[in-house]
């Protein structure tokens, strides 16, 4: 211990600094501000929330693809799938003459997308064929994929198949046929590659080569470039995300605005009037709520009636508006009520405050961290309903695009192009988990009780 | 440390040294900073100070009661009849919690279970520590509602405690604490929450049990008139530290912290003796979040100098029993105040 | 006690009965502003239907005429005939279907609740820990993910597993035997059991630090103890009092589990009516859907009252 001087015990001087004393005060959204930071969750969320809305709304100058072009030559194409294709000639029909047999079930020249050419010997016991073109190979379960072609007559046995062919995998199977027309048990398959071919004609036709252009046959080509592929039409799903984004973000945020300020105005007047005003307006208010949601929105829907060439997206706007008010004008009733009751607005009506001041210093500020954190929940449910809709084709009227009537479209090429579903149900889950976690961690943050603890 | 008493052995409960921190949002709170205290058998301690300066924390650090984390044990002891119990809730394989040492809190509004009758509540310890069949703890539970003076008590224990008024249920949860027959009862603020008319029953009540079954009792408060009818012995708490310690009497009539002179001064009586003007302490408790350098009281001290805001200050026995932890004791200050009772010159 | 609590019951349901009236109105008037006549345009009606409808609804008659014939059938319990179907009664249509969605909703309903009292507790008590971290993170996928694709995503898996062991071993889609129902109505619980665990985890957590448990401690009540006789009870209240909404949440989502599983429940059988714009079937679909949904929280209130003893006394 050192020594104590006299010095030291003089007596603390008025203003003189103590140690240790009190932190700074911050104000309300300071402080909430400053608990929104530390939260990481919520602050990466923010970010995400705002790196949604500039995909959005500044993406469609960065990508400048028409999201309703379709592009016949990549349809349900993956991303980052094989674009080259090979100049070849103008389909000519297949002669047939020469071919030699002997060989089973093999492919003739090269599996294009022009043409996929077949010969084959037939099968014992056969009285003819059928041949079945599938994705999948047979399996346990003897699932063949369509029939292509059924020939009764064991002459014949070659097939050229120009239905629709993609640049995928092909199993081809050949079935024998009893007498009667019926399957036999036993079966040939083939595995076929299919490469992607063009024309020079179809190239310059497609706006992918000029025509002065001097391609030769055998030469490559790079069709369009889809980041995120295409979809069963065609069509580019990047573009189709954004337009689809406008759409849903447009509902999925709008929506909440309109009805959370709806229910703000209807909950204030109900909490300020009071008596039976207000007993009347909130006995409505629960019969509003007790409407079956998703029947009702589909119900308004029915009966506000899309015409042609209108996209839907306004009558949703209004049924959402009208179906969930209630909610939010009851917390807002609730906050009022309860605020009303404080100590410190009493203070404030003895002190003299008028009642402008009553409401803009005290009722407003009180109820609008409730109200903020009430948008940011609706907005997933809002995105959600839209999605929901538009997937049992209630929704937006194609060919609007939405999220969710994409995943609408994607759903029923799951099994063979899952990209088509994946990626409009991915962009739904971020969105809703973005602006839930950012829900949670605004509650945390403006909830005054949390404030001190932990 | 700065025990009152010598370690003779003969002490009930022997807290040396407790230091409590909890992890908070702001940072880390040194809610209790070094607390020796000891409590003899059959007597009443009451550690009294203002809120905040960590008069439940203590407590409910022996009990195994704060949560942690975010609460941390930084260091010290609690012997109950020379067994360490703390960080710890079992003792040679018995639970010390509601069979060694019972406890009541502040707000029996709160703390009682709202969804279970109030004599399940009463018999659950007994069940619990005693292994008693349901039936055979459920008629007990009657029996304390009977000493604890609620009228009806076999009706009343198959009620819900929001059937019960604030008074009752502090009754309820005084035969709840005293089910098992403790050596030391800790009561947190009992009377706090509860009308004046109220807490002088609920005192007397806790006077007769005590005198009744002979145990401690630790009675933490605020109200200096509660201390000044309950109290064998006080420790006056600020800012996570004792800076007051002594028998009633010196305590209060030989004061000898500045703190506790302003707790005295802000506390209305009818007795004649301490007959005066009503005077409230200036400023609040300092921020634990950066514990002072000095004194903890110094901002609020009209005594203050600069070594008090330099350094902290060493407990001064007064007597063997009495003991104040302020530079104005030391030999070298200048200034001693009439108001305050300083240690006899040899 | 029992009286006040009939009395109670019994207010609830004439409040149910307004609702319901309510309910029907509002679909009524909805219905009725659909542009255009609905039997003028030629969706599938044939000249039989279209006379027994007029005859049967007024539909020559004032539209306040209409509304009283309508009411009238309501309360004789005739929701109507189908529009497009000849000689189906809407009664008919909710006899035959709506059991299925009932079994798979209340599948759900036990899965959705069960899941979520248990999952929110456990990760109430490992708080911050990883428990709580895996399952919180779960629980986030389950309510950001939209039902839909869950559907999706688990018939995939089904084919997957079918095709791993050569054999069905849970069905893809379809109805008829308890495996049928088992994954659609995980699927259907799925997103409610989310919303459920975040609910009771909160609830539970204030439990945990509430007074009582502390003084529960206080007590030397073993952990488990606290758990079962004061943690748990408490804390489910909250959940409880939701339960009804989830309810409403579960039937409505089971449009999209029956189409996606092609099970035939009346979900499934509304979107369809809907799609050929049977106004009947809609109206009377949405009538029963709605009196349904009044009635079962209804249930769940007078359920609330025998487990919370404050809210018993008040009846």
């Known amino acids: 211990m050192t020594e104590l001087l006299s010095a030291d015990f003089r007596p603390l001087e008025a203003g003189q600094e103590i140690h240790g004393i009190s932190r700074p005060s911050q104000s309300y959204w300071q402080d909430a501000w400053a608990r929104l930071k530390t939260n990481k969750r919520a602050l990466a969320s923010l970010y995400l929330v705002i790196g949604l809305i500039l995909f959005t709304v500044a993406g469609p100058w960065v990508w400048s693809v028409d999201p309703a072009q379709q592009d016949l ?40 997308t022009q043409s996929v050419r077949l010969k084959w010997d037939a099968l014992p016991g056969a009285n003819g064929h059928r041949v079945y073109r599938n994705i999948f190979p047979v399996g346990p379960e003897r699932s063949y994929g ?25 199993y081809y199977v050949l079935v024998p046929l009893g007498p009667r027309g019926e399957l036999l048990d036993n079966y040939e398959v083939i595995e076929v590659d299919v490469h992607r071919v063009t024309t020079v004609l179809e190239a310059i036709d497609q706006g992918l080569i000029e025509e002065s252009s001097n391609l030769q046959i055998g030469d490559a080509l790079n069709l369009d470039w889809h980041p995120l592929g295409t979809d069963y039409l065609g069509r580019d799903m990047l573009a189709r995300l954004m337009a689809g984004a ?66 839907g997206v306004f009558p949703m706007l209004v049924a959402m508006v009208v179906l969930m008010w209630p909610a939010t004008s009851r917390l807002v009733r609730g906050q009022i009520l309860q605020i009303r009751e404080q100590g410190y607005i009493h203070a404030s009506q003895l002190l003299g405050a008028p009642r402008r001041y009553l409401i803009l210093r005290h009722m407003i500020p009180n109820t609008l961290g409730v109200v903020l954190v009430t948008i940011t929940f609706a907005i997933p449910s809002a995105i959600f309903t839209e999605a929901f809709l538009s997937f049992i084709g209630m929704g937006v009227a194609p060919p609007t695009p939405s999220w969710g009537s994409m995943s609408n479209e994607g759903i029923k090429t799951m099994l063979t192009t899952p990209h088509e579903l994946i990626f409009p149900a991915l962009f739904i889950s971020i969105t809703v988990l973005a602006f839930n976690l950012l829900g949670d961690g605004l509650r945390d943050a403006l909830d005054a009780r949390m404030r001190n603890q932990e | 440390m700065n025990s009152v008493k010598a370690d003779n052995g003969a002490s009930l409960l022997e807290v040396e040294d407790l230091a409590v921190e909890f992890d908070t949002y702001g940072g880390i709170v040194q809610a209790v900073r070094g607390v020796s205290f000891s409590v003899e058998k059959g007597k009443t301690l009451a550690i009294v100070g203002e809120s905040g300066c960590g008069k439940s924390v203590t407590v409910q650090s022996m009990m195994g009661l704060i949560p942690m984390p975010p609460g941390r044990i930084t260091s010290g002891s609690a012997k109950l009849k020379g067994q360490e119990i703390l960080g710890r809730t079992v003792v040679n394989g018995k639970e010390i919690r509601g069979s ?12 009682l279970n709202p969804t279970m009758t109030i004599g399940d509540q009463i018999a659950e310890p007994l069940q619990v520590h005693r292994g008693y069949s349901y039936k055979k703890a459920f008629n007990e539970a009657i029996r304390l509602l009977e000493m604890s003076k609620i009228p009806e008590a076999a009706k009343r224990a198959r009620q819900y405690p929001f059937e019960f008024s604030g008074g009752m249920l ?16 800790i009561a947190d603020e009992p009377t706090t929450a509860l009308d004046v008319t109220i807490q002088a029953q609920i005192l007397d009540l806790l006077q007769d049990l005590q005198r009744e079954t002979g145990m401690a009792v630790i009675l933490i408060t605020h109200d200096l008139g509660v201390v000044a009818r309950m109290a064998d012995e006080v420790a006056v708490m ?55 350098r000095g004194c903890g009281y110094c901002a609020r001290c009209p005594y203050a100098m600069q070594i008090c805001n330099q350094r902290q200050p060493d407990d001064t026995f007064l007597t063997e029993s009495h003991f104040s932890r302020c530079w104005l004791h030391h030999v070298s200050s200048p200034n001693k105040p009439d108001q305050l009772y300083f240690k006899e010159e040899a | 006690m029992r009286s006040t609590m009939w009395i109670f019951i019994l207010k609830r349901l004439v409040q149910g009965i307004f609702t319901v009236w309510f309910i029907a109105t509002a679909t009524f008037f909805a219905m009725h502003n659909v542009p255009g006549d609905p039997l003028l345009n030629d969706r599938a009606t044939t000249d039989a239907i279209r006379a027994n409808l007029e005859a049967k609804y007024g539909l020559d008659k004032p539209v306040m005429t209409q509304y009283g014939i309508y009411l009238g059938n309501l309360l004789q319990g005739d929701l109507g005939i189908s529009f497009t179907q000849e000689n189906r009664e809407v009664n008919d249509i909710i006899r035959d279907h709506f059991p299925v969605s009932a079994i798979l909703g209340i599948l759900a309903v036990i899965f959705a609740a069960a899941g979520g009292v248990l999952w929110g507790a456990l990760t109430a008590i490992y708080r911050n820990r990883w428990p709580d971290y895996v399952i919180m993170f779960l629980v986030i996928l389950g309510i950001s993910v939209p039902s839909f694709v869950v559907a999706a995503i688990s ?31 995980m699927v259907l619980g799925l997103g409610t059991m989310a919303y459920l665990t975040r609910l009771m985890r909160s609830s539970m957590l204030e439990i945990i630090s509430s007074d009582f448990v502390r003084t529960a401690k206080a007590k030397g009540v073993p952990p488990a103890r606290i758990f079962a006789k004061h943690q748990l009870r408490n804390a489910i209240l909250p959940v409880i009092t939701v339960l009804g909404p989830s309810i409403a949440a579960i039937t409505t989502g089971g449009f999209v589990v029956e189409l996606v599983f092609a099970i035939p429940g009346l979900g499934r059988y509304f979107v369809q009516a809907v799609q050929q ?38 009846y």
Request: charged share 15%; proline share 7%; aromatic share 12%.
């Open chain 2, 170 to 185: 502090q009754r309820a949860m005084i035969a709840m604490a005293i089910a098992c027959k403790p050596s030391i009862l």
């Open chain 2, 238 to 292: 600020y800012a996570g530290k004792i800076v007051e310690h002594g028998m009633v009497d010196d305590v209060f009539y030989r004061s000898a912290h500045p703190y506790t002179l302003g707790l005295k001064e802000a506390m209305p009586t009818n007795d004649p003796s301490l007959q005066h003007e009503l005077k409230p302490i200036e400023g609040s408790p300092p921020d634990l979040f950066s514990p002072p």
């Open chain 1, 246 to 311: 406008r759409v849903s973000l447009f509902i999925g945020i709008g929506a909440p605005f309109l009805f959370v300020l709806f229910g703000v105005i209807y909950g204030s007047i109900a909490g300020f009037v009071g008596g039976r005003v207000d007993q009347l307006m909130m006995r409505f208010a629960d019969f509003v709520v007790a409407l079956p949601f998703l029947l009702f929105m589909i119900l308004f829907k029915i009966s506000f009636g899309i015409g042609p060439g209108e996209s």
């Open chain 1, 73 to 112: 030559d990549q349809i349900s194409r993956p991303p980052g799938s094989e674009r080259s294709a090979l100049i070849v000639a103008d389909y000519a029909p297949w002669d047939t003459e020469g071919l030699r047999f002997g060989e089973g079930l093999t492919l003739v020249g090269e599996a294009t």
């Open chain 3, 277 to 314: 714009l049977d106004y009947t079937v809609i109206m009377g679909t949405t009538v029963f859907y709605g009196a349904f949904l009044v009635f079962m929280v209804i249930v769940v209130d007078v359920l609330y009252g025998f487990i919370d003893p404050r809210v018993r006394m008040e």
């Open chain 1, 146 to 170: 369509i029939p292509r072609a059924e020939f009764f007559d064991n002459s014949v046995v070659t097939f050229e198949d120009r239905l629709d062919l993609k640049v995928l995998t092909y």
């Open chain 3, 155 to 185: 018939q995939l898996f089904l084919v997957n597993v079918n095709g791993l062991f050569g054999t069905t071993v849970l069905p893809v889609a379809g109805w008829g035997t308890v495996l049928h129902m088992l994954v659609p109505a």
């Open chain 2, 100 to 111: 060694e040492i019972g406890m009541i809190f502040q707000d029996p509004m709160t703390s």
